[in-house]
């Protein structure tokens, strides 16, 4: 299982970011994906879901109605979508996909909201 994030940066409060997860070693159109995030100092949390299908998403609370969770099985990639981006959003956002359940991570990508 190989996940790969990319689309990180920084951002001024207010604007937008689009990550992207390239998935590959596995049979992703099988597999609910998810975008977790850690902030400095604390654990690592998580920021939303999605089914398999794409037909089910979730997300926390504190990004719900700013974040977008898609994905292409085609592609195999999964994106979010972040807008109106807020200071506290400032993390490392991982991809993450259980499989017989065993936990797959990515590198991570560095998202800071800065003025």
């Known amino acids: 299982v190989h996940l790969v994030e990319s689309g990180g940066g920084l951002v001024q409060p207010g604007g937008s970011l689009r990550l992207s997860c390239a998935a590959s070693?596995?049979?992703?159109?099988?597999?609910?994906m998810s975008w977790y995030r850690q902030a400095p100092g604390k654990g690592r949390d998580l920021v939303a879901g999605?089914?398999?299908?794409?037909?089910?998403?979730n997300y926390a609370g504190a990004v719900k109605g700013r974040f977008t969770i898609s994905r292409d099985n085609g592609k195999n990639t999964v994106t979010l979508q972040m807008n109106n981006l807020k200071p506290e959003d400032t993390a490392v956002y991982y991809c993450?996909?259980?499989?017989?359940?065993?936990?797959?991570w990515g590198q991570g990508t560095q998202v800071t909201v800065s003025s």
């Open positions: 999605i089914s398999n299908t794409g037909g089910v998403t």
């Open positions: 070693g596995f049979t992703f159109s099988d597999y609910v």
């Open positions: 993450n996909v259980r499989r017989f359940s065993i936990e797959y």
